[in-house]
DNA sequence: GTTAGCACTCGTTTTATCCGAGTGCTAAAT
DNA sequence: ATTTAGCACTCGGATAAAACGAGTGCTAAC
């Protein structure tokens, strides 16, 4: 459907656009080495381009910029591995490199690491820790009328949740749950803990445990899930330094949705294994409109458990940032699986 | 020094331009309802006020906006106290009505309204949890290498480390040594952990464990005051509809010195109690040059342990953040009073 | 099929002009 | 001795016209 040439000439015109964020003229793509072709050829192509909607005029005797549909096919069709610089290179090494005791922070770094690299935002979900399994529960009364429970699981995550305590309660018996539910709830996945406290658990505690009634809800509300979506940013402030984001109404939009954790959440959790690319309005929410999205997710065990993604203008350095972040993925992956196979 | 008059007039310009980020002309002050005076009055007063600094042209023919100096002048001399109104009190009252069981979440919220209800930045500091006392701690191991070490005190707050476990620890000693601190550690503050490590454990530890020196520094690293200083951001964005921030740049600079968090910490941590007002260029960093902060201390038990603040333009409704920040102090505190108080 | 030549388009930049809010000064009024 | 009215003057901003130039589309020659 489209000549070598036409092709070819798409191509210039991206990376030429990516580049300098400036309606591109058939002139400039003339005195690129890989081309040969005269100006006059060019426009040609370019006409032709525009007709089948890869390139569009910003007003009608200007350069031509890429359509989103442009994009879409240079993603699928034209792009190349990118060869990460000496740089760059030690510096993803040097992330994967040190001693790294905790998942949350291995995260992090790997969003440092990821805006630094592009000079765009990025965006890391997770890990959610729900296949992580029950080490330890611990719940530590604080004054009359609360207590903490502590839950420690075998990746070495540690969640809390403060509880009211009921007052029926006995002295002994908060360390007799204790006893219980450690008993009887170690090895059990995050996720299916609720449910395991009642088919393990519940009449245990009627045999034991004088107000059962509350005494469950109570052990209830202590393990209950925490909603909490963990989504750590980089490099928000580098997208003010693209040119696309010079308005500020569109800056404030864009950062105002990031700010929407659960949209962000809804938006990039981690479903099905792989990277995904989104570029302008394929996102459907509207101040995404001028932005692509590439993420992948990272797994635990094969399982996916958190997303890593980029945000910039859709006028991105794909290949570039299609490399990192694959990298990336694959690198935060073995790390977890590191962390988590010192378990066993 | 400067005459009743004079006062009225600057006053009236502070808060005309306040309001609408304008350089106020003689003829609109003249038209206030509690002004009597001719425009030609007004102007010969300006002039003056501007001889003296209080007020500043941004050309020779325009209207005049109040300097750095007469907002110091305004803070110190000319506010009254603010009323809320009927929304914002209720919108407060809330804050603290709910039965909040977590510090952190108390501390949150109050970034959220601080922000929501000036359409400013907010940022909170802490709490910063180095009084309170250790009520029990926790290793549990995660494989063979790590073990995490789970710190819970008297005021519920919880905090967790993953330390690398020493290969020559005998299998029953962790626990040995777990029991040997929560006897000999509990009630000792957060901040003495490290110091009553040696004077209170050391000896114990040498008695019953084998590899003592080992033991020793593995559970000094389980203790580190976690460095992790806490600071929630609110309506960052809010920034953005400020006609000051129009310009790019200058919000760029604004939100990366916001991501240091070091350098935020350091300005606002918790020293003396009370409320601190930095105007324009009393902010020493440059990025601050057209911001004004107010800050005030939170405490627990009479001890500040942490701070609330506005970041906001020199052109800032001082007058309601003032009276905001200081009510939302003393709520915070009597909040976090309660959650101690329960101990007892 | 490709390219040179050329008229044409249209956003950007520059220059000129006008407008008006606001000032400072002087002289009259209180 | 203040306060005020009157008035010439300043200067940024808005508006319009003109010059500029990068880039196009089309035609005719290669």
């Avoid at 690319?277 to 797994?299: P, V, W």
């Amino acid at each position: 459907m489209l000549t070598d040439r036409q092709l070819l000439i798409l191509q210039s015109i991206i990376e030429d656009y990516i580049q300098s964020a400036e309606p591109v003229g058939s002139r400039s793509i003339s005195k690129k080495n890989s081309i040969t072709f005269s100006p006059a050829t060019i426009r040609n192509d370019m006409a032709d381009l525009e007709e089948l909607g890869f390139l569009e005029k910003t007003h009608s005797s200007s350069g031509r910029i890429p359509s989103q549909k442009a994009y879409r096919l240079y993603v699928d069709r034209l792009l190349l591995p990118y060869r990460f610089s000496e740089p760059e290179m030690n510096n993803i090494q040097s992330l994967f490199a040190g001693k790294i005791l905790e998942a949350e922070e291995a995260v992090k770094e790997t969003a440092g690491i990821l805006s630094e690299l592009t000079s765009y935002a990025s965006i890391v979900l997770g890990p959610e820790m729900f296949e992580s399994r029950l080490r330890q529960i611990q719940i530590v009364p604080i004054g009359k009328e609360a207590a903490v429970a502590v839950i420690v699981t075998d990746t070495g995550y540690v969640e809390n949740h403060t509880v009211a305590l009921p007052p029926t309660l006995e002295a002994g018996e908060l360390e007799q749950i204790t006893n219980i539910l450690n008993e009887r709830l170690r090895g059990i996945p995050l996720y299916q803990l609720q449910r395991a406290l009642f088919s393990e658990v519940r009449d245990v505690l009627k045999r034991y445990v004088f107000n059962y009634e509350a005494a469950l809800s109570f052990t209830e509300e202590a393990l209950r899930k925490s909603r909490h979506e963990k989504i750590f940013y980089g490099g928000k402030t580098n997208l003010l330094n693209q040119p696309e984001f010079k308005d500020v109404d569109r800056v404030r939009a864009l950062l105002e949705l990031m700010e929407e954790e659960h949209l962000i959440h809804e938006l990039l959790k981690p479903t099905i294994n792989g990277m995904t690319i989104r570029i302008g309005q394929e996102n459907t929410n509207e101040a995404f409109e001028h932005c692509s999205i590439i993420s992948a997710t990272y797994s635990l065990a094969g399982k996916p458990v958190g997303t890593i993604g980029i945000v910039g203008p859709t006028r991105m350095e794909y290949q570039k940032v299609i490399s990192l972040v694959n990298h990336l993925s694959y690198g935060l992956s073995n790390v977890l699986d590191d962390l988590y196979r010192r378990d066993s």
